[in-house]
């Protein structure tokens, strides 16, 4: 442990060392002058560079600048605002203990200094300095820690936002998103594709729990979801096909893992639609003569029961139709609040004629102003 002494009498720093010598302490600084006390410590160093010093003992008299004078420029660098002081006093005014005390000084050794005391007030400051050191290195050790976790984390909310499909625009459908996870990492997903001969498959889940593990497991769904939507198309199929791998996956974990989901396939040329519901917020569809329908038939969530029993729907369309579908992240879970929120937006876009683009904008600025509790999901299909 390094120790400084400040005193301006030569004499009595060479007792104080002795002192300390024979108690074991052999890495000691001196200085006789506040200036010397500046060079020593670089307090006048824009750069927060510290000496390595464990415990500052000084006299309360020095040349130019007090003790106490003397602790507060020490304490105003940052390097310095919590290492031991003990300053040395004759002094017995309550009032000038006090203004130390709220100057810095941790401690007092009366003047004329005692051996016994003395040493018992350094070692006290010391282990105190000791304790300060751990807990830096701690804290230093737990930030690093929580670097690399945040560092991980951002490289896979890249990873997980990079997997989202780009919006399709074209003459017969127009299809965009929006995405806004309540943690680094969100348990919704989404994807869309051409299947084929005009037809377009759309997916929307969202797993139970959010962050971390629920992540990962949307993020394994979706791995799947290409090649089955592609290859199976039916809604039914693909529903059961999920939860079986669901099943599979998670077979042996003690904790209930699953997720509610929304399938549509759209054909355009046929001008039809057909969706499985899997526990989800119903999806709401607006036809060209303003009614509305809710697209909520289908089976359980995702991942409960091995046999599930799935029912589609199928209907026609014709004319501009809008469908949006969403998460219960949007009404903050309300999933009964939401659908009839999203179904006015709907109305009031066809009478302002809004484009696609601006009604999600309008939806989300509304909805998801505050900090999100849940992730958030929102998907607006145009169809001409």
């Known amino acids: 442990m390094r120790l400084l002494l400040v005193d301006e009498s030569w004499i009595k720093l060479r007792s104080l060392e002795t002192m300390l010598r024979k108690a074991g302490y052999h890495d000691l600084l001196f200085a006789q002058n506040p200036s010397s006390v500046c060079e020593l ?3 006048d160093e824009q750069a927060q560079v510290a000496a390595r010093i464990d415990l500052i003992i000084l006299d309360y008299t020095l040349p130019h600048m007090n003790g106490i004078e003397m602790c507060r420029r020490i304490r105003s660098h940052a390097c310095y605002r919590e290492i031991p002081i003990i300053m040395m006093t004759g002094m017995r005014d309550e009032s000038v203990l006090q203004e130390a005390f709220e100057a810095g000084v941790t401690d007092f050794v009366r003047k004329p200094v005692r051996k016994v005391e003395f040493l018992a007030r350094v070692r006290a400051a010391l282990r105190l300095q000791e304790n300060i050191n751990k807990h830096y290195k701690a804290r230093e050790k737990l930030e690093k820690m929580v670097s690399e976790h945040e560092y991980q984390l951002a490289l896979a909310k890249k990873v997980q936002m990079s997997v989202l499909n780009e919006p399709i625009e074209q003459e017969q459908i127009a299809i965009q998103a929006r995405y806004v996870p309540s943690e680094h990492l969100s348990g919704d997903m989404y994807c869309w594709y051409e299947i084929g001969n005009g037809c377009y498959g759309i997916m929307l889940i969202d797993v139970v729990g959010h962050g971390v593990s629920a992540s990962l497991v949307s993020m394994s769904v979706r791995a799947l979801l290409r090649g ?4 199976v198309t039916d809604p039914v199929h693909v529903m ?3 939860n079986r791998h669901m099943l599979h996956i998670f077979k042996d974990n003690d904790i209930s893992i699953y997720f509610t989901a929304l399938y549509v396939v759209i054909d355009v040329q046929a001008r039809k639609i057909e969706y499985v519901n899997a526990g989800h917020p119903p999806g709401i569809v607006r036809g060209s003569k303003g009614e509305m ?15 599930i029993q799935v029912e ?3 209907f026609s369309y014709e004319g501009e139709t809008l469908i949006a579908m969403f998460s219960d992240g ?34 989300m600025q509304t909805h998801a102003t505050e900090e999100a509790k849940d992730d958030i999901c929102l998907i ?4 001409r």
């Open 330 to 363: 949007l009404a903050n879970g309300n999933t009964v609040l939401a659908p009839d929120r999203i179904a006015s937006f709907m109305i009031q876009r066809s009478k302002a004629g809004q484009s696609l683009d601006c009604w999600l904008n309008e939806i």
């Open 312 to 314: 589609k729907e199928v």
């Open 240 to 242: 059961q096909e999920l």
């Open 41 to 43: 410590l670089k307090l």
């Open 228 to 231: 089955l939507i592609t290859r």
């Open 380 to 383: 607006g299909i145009h169809l």
């Open 293 to 307: 329908r809710y697209l909520s038939t289908g089976c359980l969530p995702i991942g409960l029961l091995p046999d």
